[in-house]
């Protein structure tokens, strides 16, 4: 059981409003304790790979040999990625093309060679390919590929299944769930600094992009904020009722991740803490271990529906029009390329510079965005752990491991020992 402060999210409240009063009046400063910031961020991804592998290979190998089950647990996620995120593309581009964010927005102080070192790193399919297969695993563990990390945990577990024998299992499970447990404790203590990360993140973010920058930009970050949100109450909310998820204890089981999420502009950063928050709402460790990381990377609804409207914008802001059918082809190119870019330093706008590119959009609209793309990129980390959230749950309860017996029997188990505990107290 992850022990976290009890009131870690109106902490993360109040050190988001004072971080945003320290970058708004003393910007200096702000930009001056970002790496106050950093410390929190690498603190949580050293938690990263040994949280997915002992997790992983816990949950897939110590539940039987059933390979056909984890193939059919993938194809239901694969399927349920692929449309989700095709809705949130299309509702970027509704809604770019409804608001027009970048009529009338000036662009003769930008410098339209600021995204071009990013527009080179092109988004092919090898890069796709070599997100997924490391040349070892260590080096994907030291960069912190998550989806290369999954990958290896996912052999691993299937080769610990093929292995006859439970005397060669057994060690390697017991020190699979030894490692979870103790990684979680840890989690909890690393936690605790989450305030400070916080302020200092969110007064950088505001201390380097300027109150002035964001105003300018104010009906571009307005558009995406407010196409997020519809993209919420009109998919994410319809999913929820659908699939019977009790709504209250969702949005406080995932609450502190998303939070994370937002005020640090990283989803990486709430990984930790949303396996564990799942898990304890009712999902498997298995489903939460498999589905939960590979989302990060082949689920990604806010930045999809971020770049739809983003590349939309950058035609807007040079006087460009766009036929539906260009618009169409563009969000084919946008659904294939957004795919498994998870190892991509700044993926987003590497992703959007290439697509700017291919259709022949001028630069200008990228520049503008780089100001504040700081800003957005907190909304759509923030959409992204949502939504793989409530995909994890979906496939749980799809595949029959949300709130089984085995789980509320090991929640009554932890129970009694917390009540232990605090007894000896």
Not at 165 to 183: H, N, T, V, W
Not at 229 to 252: N, T, Y
Not at 303 to 310: K, M, P, Q, R, S
């Amino acid at each position: 059981m992850l022990v976290v402060p009890s009131k870690l999210s109106y902490w993360i409240i109040i050190s988001m409003l004072f971080g945003l009063l320290v970058g708004w009046l003393a910007p200096d400063f702000g930009k001056a304790i970002k790496p106050l910031a950093m410390v929190f961020l690498r603190m949580i991804k050293a938690l990263v790979v040994p949280l997915l592998f002992s997790t992983l290979v816990g949950g897939v190998a110590g539940h039987g040999d059933d390979l056909a089950a984890v193939g059919r647990m993938f194809l239901k996620a694969i399927v349920y990625f692929e449309v989700v995120t095709t809705i949130a593309l299309a509702i970027g581009l509704i809604a770019v093309n409804i608001v027009r964010p970048g009529d009338g927005v000036s662009r003769a102080s930008q410098d339209t060679n600021k995204g071009n070192d990013i527009a080179k790193k092109a988004i092919t399919w090898e890069h796709e390919l070599y997100a997924i297969v490391p040349e070892s695993f260590f080096a994907a563990a030291a960069e912190n590929q998550v989806l290369q990390v999954v990958a290896c945990s996912l052999v691993f577990a299937i080769g610990v299944m093929k292995v006859k024998g439970k005397k060669f299992k057994r060690p390697i499970l017991d020190f699979c769930e030894s490692l979870a447990q103790i990684m979680f404790k840890v989690t909890g203590i690393v936690m605790y600094f989450a305030p400070i990360g916080v302020a200092a993140a969110m007064a950088a973010t505001v201390g380097e992009s300027g109150i002035a920058v964001l105003a300018a930009l104010g009906k571009l970050i307005g558009t995406l904020f407010g196409a997020l949100a519809v993209f919420i109450l009109l998919v994410f909310l319809p999913i929820a009722l659908l699939v019977r998820i009790p709504l209250r204890e969702f949005l406080l089981a995932v609450g502190k991740p998303v939070m994370v999420a937002f005020t640090t502009s990283s989803s990486e950063a709430a990984l930790p803490l949303a396996m564990e928050s799942l898990h304890a709402f009712g999902c498997s460790r298995k489903v939460v271990a498999f589905v939960l990381p590979t989302g990060y990377s082949f689920n990604l609804d806010g930045t999809t529906l971020y770049l739809a409207l983003a590349s939309v914008f950058c035609a807007q802001v040079v006087g460009m029009e766009l036929s539906v059918e260009r618009q169409i082809v563009m969000m084919i190119t946008l659904m294939l390329t957004s795919k498994g870019v998870a190892g991509v330093a700044r993926a987003a706008l590497a992703v959007l510079s290439g697509t700017l590119t291919q259709f022949d959009i001028p630069m200008d609209g990228f520049a503008l965005i780089l100001g504040v793309d700081a800003v957005m990129n907190m909304a759509r980390a923030g959409t992204n752990v949502l939504g793989n959230c409530l995909a994890t749950v979906v496939i749980a309860k799809w595949e029959g491991q949300f709130r089984t017996t085995a789980w509320q029997e090991e929640q009554d188990t932890q129970k009694e020992h917390d009540e232990e505990a605090m007894a000896e107290k």
